[in-house]
C-alpha cells in the first residue's frame, strides 16, 4: 500500500524558515516524481513545485522561486520543501503527492497534510 | 499560463441523482485534464485523469468526457459518499500545473 507520511509544518513568523519532510512507503520512491502542492484555508489547490526521481531535475511556482528549495533523499524515501522567507501568503495546509509512471503531471497519492502558518 | 474555471460553485443534489460538474479551460488542453475528489479535513483523490479514464479503485458511476476546453464530471446515482469538493486539473504541458477553483457537491 502506497503511505506518505508527513511531518512538520506549525507557526513561524513572516521571515522565518520551515521545512516539511515527506516520507513514503509502499513504492519505488526514486521512480517517481514527487510534488508538494498547497491550499490555503478554505480555498483551492495549488501546485507548488515539483523533483524529478533522480533528484536533477525541479521546478517551482514563480511565486515561491529563490524562497522554496525542494530535495529528496531517495536511500531514507524522503521528501523535503525547505521554505524560507516565508510571508502570510504561503499559509497553507502543505500535501506531498506523488506523481504518476503514466501520465506526468497527475497527483496519484497525497500525504496527509501539513499546517503552516505565517503569522506574528 | 491556463486558467480552469468550475461550474457551478455549489451543486446540491439528492442521493441516486445524476451530478454533472463542469470545467472549462482558457486554452485547449485535450485530452490532460483531470479530476480529485475532497472530502473535510482529507487530502484530494484522484478520480479522472486524461479526460476519460478512472484512476485505480475508482467506482464506474464517476464517468469523465469532454474535448479541447470543456470538459464534464459525471456522477451517475449520487452515493452519500460522494457529497465533497470536486477539482479539475490540467498536467499539461508543464508546471505550473492549474486546478480549477472547485465544485461543492451538497447534499
Known amino acids: 500500500e502506497v503511505q506518505l507520511v508527513q511531518s512538520g509544518g506549525g507557526l513561524v513568523r513572516p521571515g522565518g524558515s520551515l521545512r516539511l519532510s515527506c516520507t513514503a512507503s509502499?513504492?519505488?520512491?526514486?521512480?517517481?516524481?514527487m510534488n508538494w502542492v498547497r491550499q490555503a484555508p478554505g480555498k483551492g489547490l495549488e501546485w507548488v513545485a515539483n523533483?524529478?526521481?533522480?533528484?536533477?531535475?525541479?521546478k517551482y511556482l514563480d511565486s515561491v522561486k529563490g524562497r522554496f528549495t525542494i530535495s529528496r533523499d531517495n536511500a531514507k524515501n524522503s521528501l523535503y520543501l525547505q521554505m524560507g522567507s516565508l510571508r502570510g501568503e504561503d499559509t497553507a495546509v502543505y500535501y506531498c503527492?506523488?506523481?504518476?509512471?503514466?501520465?506526468?503531471?497527475?497527483?496519484?497519492?497525497w500525504g496527509q497534510g501539513a499546517l503552516v502558518i505565517v503569522s506574528s | 499560463e491556463i486558467v480552469l474555471t468550475q461550474s457551478p460553485a455549489t451543486l446540491s443534489l439528492s442521493p441516486g441523482e445524476r451530478a454533472t460538474l463542469s470545467c472549462r479551460a482558457s486554452?485547449?488542453?485535450?485530452?490532460?485534464l483531470a479530476w480529485y475528489q475532497q472530502k473535510p479535513g482529507q487530502p484530494p483523490r484522484l478520480l479522472i485523469y486524461?479526460?476519460?479514464n478512472r484512476a485505480t479503485g475508482i467506482p464506474a458511476r464517476f464517468s469523465g468526457s469532454g474535448s479541447q476546453t470543456d470538459f464534464t464530471l459525471t456522477i451517475s446515482g449520487l452515493e452519500p459518499e460522494d457529497f465533497a469538493v470536486y477539482y479539475c486539473?490540467?498536467?499539461?504541458?508543464?508546471?505550473?500545473?492549474?486546478f480549477g477553483q472547485g465544485t461543492k457537491l451538497e447534499i
Open positions: 503527492a506523488r506523481g504518476s509512471l503514466i501520465a506526468a503531471g497527475l497527483f496519484e497519492n
Open positions: 509502499g513504492f519505488t520512491f526514486g521512480t517517481y516524481w
Open positions: 523533483l524529478e526521481g533522480n533528484g536533477n531535475e525541479k
Open positions: 486554452q485547449s488542453i485535450s485530452p490532460y
Open positions: 486524461d479526460t476519460s
Open positions: 486539473q490540467c498536467r499539461h504541458p508543464w508546471p505550473p500545473y492549474a
